[in-house]
């Protein structure tokens, strides 16, 4: 993708209109926002190559940190390569289908080749079956349920086109209930890890690639067949650090203008760390929220931890 492209999608985003709060439209049973819903089947019909890379995500478990981890493995640690577009062009958002002009996930993967690395936030029985039956590699990043739900709070905040997210405490139950963006967490999470070994999928978490990045990006690496000398892989980890990413316009979103992401509220580049839902939740608040998970997490030994 060229620097002209990549200039006239952050214009085609400063011009772009309609840009309200979506609201959410359930697709078999999931909330989906309703640009996502009103274009459900074509984008269902999306048909991925076997070349193509699927990394998917619960919202706000550290998507753009991995596909930043992604891109940089298969262009070889090379930053200037990977500083040739925003994360958000590099990588299509598969079901993203925001109104005109900005381009949908599905026009900007009609304009690339395979291989394709592709985001996707779609719980993994709502996934276009092609990935499926053509062996597509997926990573799948899972965040502690406490974190991610305090990340999206804010992400909810800051970004204007998502749902209201209403004050923090009915915010806990809108989570609990699964009723955000994408649904349920416990459903998510629980999907692609019930599929892991079967569908090729990789499973990472956010705590664990906090706690050794390098350990985690050599994963990853593995993952992709790649085999890179360690001071590339050294690089790689500096360069997905918290700091180096929050610092790079073409990973921390911020070419997205205020009327869609307003950083005066948040920004995206939050804090990036393990265990701030303590800020967030009340004694009361961290008990409630925890008896109901044990009850909807139990039997299934997935290894969540709030802190590290
Ligand atoms: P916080 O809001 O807790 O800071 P996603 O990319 O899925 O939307 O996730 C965004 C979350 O991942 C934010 O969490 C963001 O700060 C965090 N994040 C992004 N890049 C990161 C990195 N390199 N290291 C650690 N956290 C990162």
Not at 9 to 25: D, G, Q
Not at 146 to 151: C, L, R
Not at 179 to 188: A, I, K, R
Request: charged residues 25%.
């Amino acid at each position: 993708m060229s620097g002209e492209e990549s200039i006239s999608y952050t214009e085609s985003i400063h011009r772009a209109k309609n840009i309200y709060r979506f609201p959410l439209i359930p697709v078999r049973g999931i909330p989906l926002m309703s640009h996502i819903a009103n274009n459900w089947d074509e984008i269902c019909a999306f048909q991925p190559h076997p070349s193509d890379l699927l990394i998917a995500t619960y919202p706000k478990a550290g998507t753009t940190w991995t596909q930043e981890i992604v891109d940089l493995l298969l262009h070889n640690g090379d930053a200037d390569v990977c500083r040739r577009a925003p994360t958000v062009q590099r990588v299509p958002f598969l079901e993203i289908f925001a109104p005109q002009p900005i381009p949908s996930g599905l026009e900007l993967l009609s304009k690339m080749d395979p291989p394709r690395v592709i985001k996707t936030h779609l719980p993994i029985q709502l996934v276009p079956k092609g990935f499926w039956e053509n062996k597509c590699k997926t990573i799948y990043v899972a965040r502690n349920a406490k974190d991610n739900m305090v990340s999206y709070f804010h992400f909810d905040r800051m970004n204007q086109t998502q749902p209201e997210p209403g004050p923090w405490d009915g915010y806990i139950h809108k989570f609990m209930k699964g009723e955000l963006g994408w649904g349920s967490w416990y459903d998510h999470v629980k999907g692609y890890w019930k599929e892991r070994q079967t569908r090729n999928i990789l499973y990472l978490f956010y705590e664990d690639m906090k706690e050794n990045p390098r350990r985690e990006v050599e994963r990853v690496m593995r993952h992709l067949d790649l085999l890179l000398p360690d001071d590339v892989i050294s690089r790689i980890v500096e360069l997905t650090s918290f700091q180096v990413m929050k610092e790079n316009p073409m990973a921390n979103y911020t070419f997205i203008p205020k009327p869609i992401f307003d950083f005066s509220i948040s920004p995206f580049m939050r804090k990036g760390v393990v265990g701030d839902w303590s800020n967030h939740f009340t004694a009361e608040q961290s008990k409630m929220f925890d008896e109901d998970y044990e009850r909807k997490m139990e039997g299934w030994n997935i290894p969540f931890r709030t802190q590290i």
